[in-house]
């Protein structure tokens, strides 16, 4: 619930419970998902989150190699990749 330390999960359908008032406004994340607010005066029994569009053109990777526990060293770097067309 926005602007308060109130809060709840989902279960592992997606489902959720949580006290509110009617002037509350439901903050809704959840990790590959756009955000949402939503008031709780206009809140439908079913919210549908919409995908989080993410294009990626360059990746940064990092490496690590042991050998007879001794640490050789570490890698760094950064690749560019192909992604659905991109360049």
């Known amino acids: 619930v926005k602007n308060t330390q109130w809060g709840t999960v989902t279960d592992e ?16 994340t ?13 809140a439908a029994d079913t919210i549908r989150m919409q995908q989080k569009v ?12 042991l050998k007879k526990r001794t640490r050789l060293g570490n890698v760094l770097g950064k690749s560019r990749i192909a992604i659905g067309g991109m360049h």
């Open 54 to 65: 993410v294009s990626l053109s360059e990746i940064t990777f990092s490496a690590s190699r």
């Open 13 to 28: 359908n997606g489902r959720f419970t949580v006290t509110v008032r009617d002037v509350d406004s439901l903050l809704i």
């Open 30 to 42: 959840s990790v590959g998902y756009e955000t949402l607010l939503i008031a709780v005066s206009s």
